[in-house]
Each structure stands twice: as C-alpha cells, then as structure tokens.
C-alpha cells in the first residue's frame, strides 16, 4: 500500500540543488596522520586468533566492506578512546575520536572482534565522528569511506552533521568530498545503490522548516552531489531500519510506526511501500 507520494522534480529544484556544497572549500580540514604500522604484518595462526585491545563500549559505530579493491572485506570502526568518558551531541548520539581500519577481524552475533592490531588507524577527534559506512559513490570501483562527522564549516559557522567521504590511498585517508551540507539538516543518512547503477546514492532523512522529514536522494555529479529525488512531506517519526553495519538489499524505513521499502519509480520518484 503506498502511503505517501512521491514528487517529480521541478526544474527549479535542479538549479537549486547543483551545489550540495562540498569538499574543495576549504573547511581548514586537517588530514589526520596514519600512526599505523602500513607494511603489511601478517598473522600467524595463533596471532590470526589473537583478540584486539579493543573493548566493545568503545566501539562507536562500524562497517564492513571491501575499500581496498583487494576482494576481501575490512573492518571499519568508529572508536573512541579509552581513556575519555563517553561523548555525546545534545540529540544523546555518540561520537567517537577515531577511525580504526582491520583486516582481521569476525563477525559475532552482530559485533564485530577485531584481531590484533588495526591495520590503520585516524585520529578524527577534531571531526567528532559519529557513523561510518561505505560505498562506491564516484563509479571508480572503488567503496569510499564515509564517515558523518559533526563540526562547523566555513561557509556555515554553526555545528552540524556533515557527510564526509575518503579514499584509502597509501595509508592515507585522502579527501573526496567533504560536505559541508546537504540541501537541509539532516537526521541520518546512508547509502545504497537505489538506482541500480552499481553506484551508491546518499539517501537522507532531511528536517523541513515546519518540522516534518523529507527523504532524499543524491547523485554524484563529478564535483559534489545533486539532488536526484525527494520525497513528500512527513510527519511524525522516520528512521532507517537497515542494519547500519553492512550492505542491505533495500532500503527500508519506519514511517509512523511501521516499516516500508524505499525505491525509485521511472528513476526519479521515491515511494514508500508498506512492507509486509
Ligand atoms: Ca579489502
Ligand atoms: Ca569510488
Ligand atoms: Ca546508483
């Protein structure tokens, strides 16, 4: 059952949206230094089973996907440190102090173990990092880091969320865009290939003026991303249902209280479909 419906673009909204404004301004963004040993450990048997330092309360957020090209997955985790109390924004959201990057690690009933040592690790405290995820957004083959970081920008002096994506060149996180916006605050956001153009779109949870929620989708455009869809209206409550921690099959949202897939009709029309 469709329950709500679903906009056109207006061409208006096209200009309007070019500049979801991004990452060459120059939001004085320190690349964090790799600290990690990059010349490639390898593990022997009881080192492969040997359990990292890292304790699960400190494990902010994490993914897990292939961002090496290499056809196997790493282990992505937003951790904070130890040694500092928990941290969270006004909305009870934790963030973290860095990004930590294994190779070795297992998946158990839903938690990632690590093993050893990361293979890279970021200090991001500066950023304050609140969710990681990845995915090819540029159609290179490449998966990008995205991390959600909450911070000012230059052209936009007030805290806020803000998509930042990387690369993995060399040991380094290497900047491909870091947003200092999308086109209105946003609650949440992921990524998924809603297009099915083996390239993944952000989709957002937007905050209008009057307080309701718009989903949107972005594209990238070769500078930045543009608005590709949005959705009508919402009121009430809307979250993404997906498990945040690896690729889903679709994109599921709670509206109100109940689930419904997210997709894209003709290309340019988001609808919610009741899932049942
Ligand atoms: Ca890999
Ligand atoms: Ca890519
Ligand atoms: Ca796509």
């Not at 790799?34 to 890292?54: H, L, Q, R």
């Not at 056809?71 to 990004?99: N, P, Q």
């Not at 070769?222 to 945040?244: D, M, Q, R, W, Y």
């Not at 709670?254 to 049942?276: M, N, P, T």
Request: aromatic fraction near 10%.
């Amino acid at each position: 059952m469709k329950i709500f419906r679903v906009i056109r673009w207006l061409p208006i909204l096209f200009l309007i949206s070019v500049l979801v404004s991004g990452c060459a301004d120059s939001m004085g963004e320190k690349m964090p230094d790799n600290t990690a040993d990059t010349t490639g450990t390898t593990f022997g048997t009881e080192k492969e089973t040997e359990k990292s330092s890292e304790s699960q309360s400190d494990i902010i957020s994490w993914f897990t996907a292939d961002i090496n090209d290499d056809e196997k997955k790493e282990l992505l985790m937003i951790t904070k440190d130890s040694s500092s109390a928990v941290m969270t924004l006004a909305t009870g959201e934790r963030y973290g102090t860095g990004l930590k990057i294994y190779s070795k690690f297992a998946i158990l009933n839903d938690t990632p173990v690590p093993q050893g040592e990361p293979d890279y690790q970021f200090d991001l405290t500066e950023i304050k990092p609140l969710d990681i995820q990845a995915g090819d957004i540029n159609g290179d083959g490449i998966a990008e880091i995205a991390v959600c970081v909450y911070k000012t920008a230059e052209f936009h002096p007030v805290p806020a969320k803000r998509p930042f994506f990387y690369d993995l060149k060399e040991g380094r996180l290497e900047p491909i865009w870091l947003g200092s916006r999308l086109s209105r605050p946003f609650a949440d956001c992921i990524l998924f290939d809603v297009d099915h153009d083996d390239i993944e779109e952000i989709i957002s949870i937007e905050f209008t003026e009057n307080g309701n929620k718009v989903l949107t989708v972005y594209d990238w455009k070769g500078f930045g991303f543009e608005v590709k869809a949005i959705s009508n209206e919402i009121e009430g409550t809307v979250n993404f249902l997906n498990n945040t921690n690896s690729r889903a099959d679709v994109v599921l949202v709670e509206i109100a209280g109940e689930s419904h897939q997210l997709y894209l009709e003709e290309g340019e029309v988001i609808k919610c479909i009741k899932d049942y």
